[in-house]
């Protein structure tokens, strides 16, 4: 037998898209259906920010809520975990990006097919040495370790019985079962050295690299263990992982596609790896966060202050301060994402389509905090600052804390920075501080189910009832009813007056998805009516017809008659139309970065959610309209066509970020000018929208704007309403509506004309309230102050008195106050003079604003305060000789 220097000269060193590639085939062999990573923005599943695990995007098929495609099933999964985040770079085994291959049955083979696989897949595709794998099993699991000894081969003391903590796998109430492990032994160079070290041990020489979870109990959630009717095999192996034995390096970050992240980070840094400890650190978590980052851009996820966009833009702050701790100058993370794409776009192609996107967001977010954390860094000098006047070298774990929340500056980066003055932070405030956000955010989490779906009624109905929907070329039919329910339990029969959801055999109401809100109408039956409010999409494949019976009574098995409302699914078929439309008017005249970031469209109006990084010109606007109309004009026939999702994706088809789509998809065109992937319903010609109007372009989040408009019948509202307001303008302003613009212009001038006559009068009046004021004049310890009241003088006002009285004082200090419109202004001003005798306008003004109800403050030569009180003028006025006389030195 080979020994295991003598193996690794033999053995292969598969790169890691190369193994990829060989799993993914390798169980297509054993009849899996191979399916594409699903995007890691979760799909009906509340329980989850981002997928983490091969299996996460396959619950509704463990559990029989939806029908697999196949009921042998092999991936490998994108995926993201961030609760060792804070470890992430201190160590080369925390990351929170990685790959996860999968084989899955849901109900199919069991634990002799998933064992066997196993091992002839490390064994004899990847040619892992048998004698360096060592299986482990659930202790209780005698048939595992039977599988493994009598069939597989493997002597007995080289099975380890772990106990239920290490291979079990459950979560909570819901499908549940025992684990079997193989770890491989890397040789004594990574082992602690100890007598005795084996599997178990917590040092890096066994490494666990896959896991076969056989899904076979149910938990009821007290402890109670039923055996499944369909047992189902659940198996993850990381890919990193896998390739790190496979090329014999010390740890995932050696793996080659992330060893030419590594390299290009430390080109960028002009520094080696291993050769310093703390570069080191910054280097892999660097290297980690790019890789989360650019595949969360590529699923569509943007940055902002909460959920898993808070997610994105901490990890990517996390990476920028790290490149300024590595010395790299400048915006660094948008061009090394292109390194991302370029190693992985093998087995993620959407990486490559979506590149300029990608670098775009990075770029715009990596800007703004370069921003940020110089404001970041000024608030900390001012919080240190503040603790040297008071003579403190502990900084409050509730500022270390918003450093860290509104300035993204990690809690280490602010102790490093205290510690160059030898001042600490309150480290058990700042946990109190971050746990209560984690509180917080735990609170407002949605109850879920095991599947982290919103707990209905619906999760009670029969899995296997599923809908049809029809409604694509017809607007009525009739069907059987197979289910309805109220609000909180299945029932047989739904009366007059009484709401409930109503689900049939097949229907041609459209419910709500991708942006289009679901059908209203009517459900009949002879004499009985259910009016349909809203049409919902449910797991597996039903379609509820949420509503209220208005006459009669409803049973099921019933054979109803199901009609939409003609007019308004019309409309929103126009709207619907108009946003394929809109999206690609968009990426002509912005760019090839705008994306669909969301849209909703009914038979009122449309509203359209994209990509894009500042607002849009009116000039813009214009051009996106007018292509939209052009597009409309030239009566483009809407086509539909079902294909598989590869062949539509060759046709040059767009996809949405996240969206969730089967092996089957409608691909819509419209003539040569859009094609998309889209479920809804259109028109069948854009001459049928008629009309395209924009009435509002805004801002919704970080990088997404929003446009909504109108169509057909819209538009022509709308503009009737336009010319209703303007014949009520032209009507206000004595005029006809062609003259309105001119007759606006010349009220500007008068108004202009006004403003001037206004100005002088004011003029004129301050002049009259100055008088002979020099009598009103006081000495205040060898200064002149003088103090006014004036009656009905706005704050500019009171600032041109009293430049006028400063030069009519020559020097001294001028306080002048005024009641107008029930509030007080008030204003001091001191000259060069007053100043260096030690007046200051600014705390003067502080002294005294309080009893005109207000406050205020300023500059040593000038300040001003506002308040609610016109009777505290003369106190304050009285007050301000005493607060002068505090000044002077």
């Given at each position: 037998m080979l020994n295991i220097q003598e193996a690794e000269k033999v053995r292969k060193q598969y790169g890691l898209n190369e193994l990829r590639t060989m799993f993914l085939d390798f169980f297509e062999s054993k009849g899996h259906l191979k399916m594409n990573s699903f995007s890691l923005i979760p799909h009906n599943d509340n329980s989850l920010l981002l997928i983490n695990s091969g299996m996460a995007p396959l619950k509704p098929y463990f559990t029989r809520q939806e029908i697999p495609p196949r009921y042998r099933v092999t991936t490998c999964q994108k995926c993201i975990r961030t609760g060792d985040i804070e470890n992430v770079g201190k160590t080369d085994r925390h990351g929170t990006f990685f790959e996860m291959l999968g084989n899955f049955s849901f109900g199919d083979y069991f634990k002799h097919e998933a064992i066997a696989w196993s091992w002839e897949f490390l064994t004899q595709v990847v040619g892992l040495e048998e004698d360096r794998l060592y299986p482990s099993i659930y202790e209780e699991d005698d048939e595992a370790f039977e599988i493994w000894n009598k069939e597989i081969g493997i002597a007995k003391d080289r099975i380890f019985r772990l106990g239920k903590e290490d291979n079990f796998w459950e979560h909570g109430a819901g499908p549940c079962g025992p684990c079997s492990e193989i770890y491989y032994d890397r040789g004594e160079k990574y082992g602690c050295g100890k007598p005795g070290c084996t599997v178990g041990c917590d040092c890096d020489r066994y490494m666990e690299i896959w896991n076969n979870v056989f899904t076979q109990f149910n938990n009821d959630g007290h402890g109670n263990y039923t055996t499944l009717e369909h047992k189902n095999i659940d198996t993850g192996m990381g890919l990193e992982r896998l390739a790190s034995v496979v090329q014999d390096v010390d740890s995932i970050f050696d793996v080659d596609t992330l060893k030419a992240l590594r390299d290009e980070i430390c080109r960028l840094a002009d520094c080696s790896y291993k050769e310093d400890a703390e570069k080191d650190v910054s280097i892999r978590l660097i290297t980690d966060h790019i890789r989360s980052v650019t595949f969360m851009v590529s699923d569509g996820i943007m940055p902002s202050n909460e959920g898993r966009g808070y997610v994105l833009r901490r990890l990517l702050r996390r990476a920028a301060r790290h490149g300024r701790l590595l010395g790299i100058k400048g915006n660094f993370l948008s061009d090394l994402s292109k390194k991302v794409v370029e190693v992985s776009k093998g087995g993620y192609p959407e990486l490559t389509e979506r590149q300029e996107f990608i670098t775009r967001v990075l770029a715009e977010e990596e800007e703004k905090f370069n921003k940020t954390i110089d404001q970041g860094l000024n608030i900390l000098a001012e919080m240190k600052e503040s603790l040297r006047a008071k003579g403190e070298k502990v900084l409050s774990g509730a500022d270390a804390f918003k450093l860290y929340d509104t300035y993204g500056f990690p809690v280490d980066l602010t102790a490093e920075i205290l510690d160059e003055d030898g001042i600490s932070i309150d480290e058990d405030g700042f946990a109190a501080a971050m746990n209560e956000q984690k509180e917080k955010a735990r609170k407002a989490r949605k109850t879920t189910n095991y599947m982290g779906a919103d707990v209905t009624v619906y999760q009670s109905i029969d899995t296997a009832i599923t809908s049809e929907f029809v409604g694509y070329d017809r607007l009525s039919c009739e069907s059987p009813v197979t289910v309805m329910t109220t609000e909180n339990e299945i029932v047989e029969a739904l009366v007059d007056g009484q709401n409930g959801t109503l689900f049939t055999e097949q229907t041609p109401f459209y419910a709500t998805s991708g942006g289009q809100e679901g059908d209203r109408g009517v459900i009949s039956l002879g004499n009985s009516t259910f009016v349909v409010k809203d049409t919902i999409k449910l797991q597996g494949g039903k379609i509820g017809h949420v509503g209220t019976v208005t006459n009669g009574m409803f049973k099921t098995g019933d054979k109803v008659t199901l009609a939409v409302d003609e007019?308004?699914?019309?409309?929103?078929?126009?709207?619907?139309?108009?946003?394929?439309?809109?999206?690609?008017?968009?990426?002509?005249?912005?760019?090839?970065?705008?994306?669909?970031?969301?849209?909703?469209?009914?038979?009122?109006?449309?509203?359209?959610?994209?990509?894009?990084?500042?607002?849009?010109?009116?000039?813009?606007?214009?051009?996106?309209?007018?292509?939209?109309?052009?597009?409309?004009?030239?009566?483009?026939?809407?086509?539909?066509?079902?294909?598989?999702?590869?062949?539509a994706k060759k046709t040059g088809a767009?996809?949405?970020?996240?969206?969730?789509?089967?092996?089957?998809?409608?691909?819509?065109?419209?003539?040569?000018?859009?094609?998309?992937?889209?479920?809804?319903?259109?028109?069948?010609?854009?001459?049928?929208?008629?009309?395209?109007?924009?009435?509002?372009?805004?801002?919704?989040?970080?990088?997404?704007?929003?446009?909504?408009?109108?169509?057909?019948?819209?538009?022509?509202?709308?503009?009737?309403?336009?010319?209703?307001?303007?014949?009520?303008?032209?009507?206000?302003?004595?005029?006809?509506?062609?003259?309105?613009?001119?007759?606006?212009?010349?009220?500007h001038e008068e108004i202009k004309e006004l403003g001037r006559e206004n100005d002088k009068l004011k003029n004129q009046m301050a002049k009259d309230a100055m008088g002979d004021v020099m009598d009103k004049v006081a000495e205040v310890s060898g200064v002149s102050l003088l103090t006014l009241e004036v009656a009905n003088m706005d704050m500019n006002g009171l600032r041109n008195l009293g430049d006028q009285l400063k030069s009519k004082l020559g020097e001294g200090v001028v306080v002048l106050a005024s009641a107008a419109e029930g509030k007080v202004n008030l204003i001091a001003t001191a000259t060069d003079g007053a100043m260096a005798k030690g007046a200051h306008a600014g705390n003067l003004i502080k002294a005294i604003a309080s009893l005109v109800g207000g406050g205020g403050g300023g500059r040593p030569n000038m300040a001003q305060a506002g308040g609610k009180n016109p009777e505290g003028i003369v106190k304050a006025l009285e007050a301000a000789k005493a607060a002068l006389e505090k000044q002077i030195h």
């Open positions: 007019a308004r699914r019309t409309a929103a078929c126009k709207n619907h139309s108009a946003t394929h439309l809109l999206q690609k008017a968009l990426k002509i005249v912005l760019g090839n970065h705008v994306e669909q970031a969301g849209s909703s469209n009914n038979d009122k109006h449309l509203r359209f959610d994209f990509t894009h990084f500042s607002a849009m010109t009116a000039d813009e606007i214009r051009q996106v309209e007018a292509i939209v109309n052009e597009e409309i004009n030239a009566g483009l026939p809407v086509l539909t066509k079902v294909m598989d999702i590869e062949e767009m996809a949405l970020f996240g969206e969730k789509y089967g092996d089957k998809v409608r691909v819509v065109s419209m003539g040569d000018f859009s094609k998309e992937l889209c479920g809804g319903t259109h028109v069948a010609n854009t001459a049928n929208i008629a009309l395209f109007k924009i009435i509002s372009e805004t801002g919704v989040a970080a990088g997404v704007r929003r446009i909504e408009a109108l169509t057909g019948q819209g538009v022509l509202e709308y503009y009737s309403h336009m010319e209703e307001t303007l014949n009520a303008a032209a009507a206000a302003a004595k005029c006809e509506p062609s003259q309105l613009v001119k007759r606006i212009e010349g009220l």
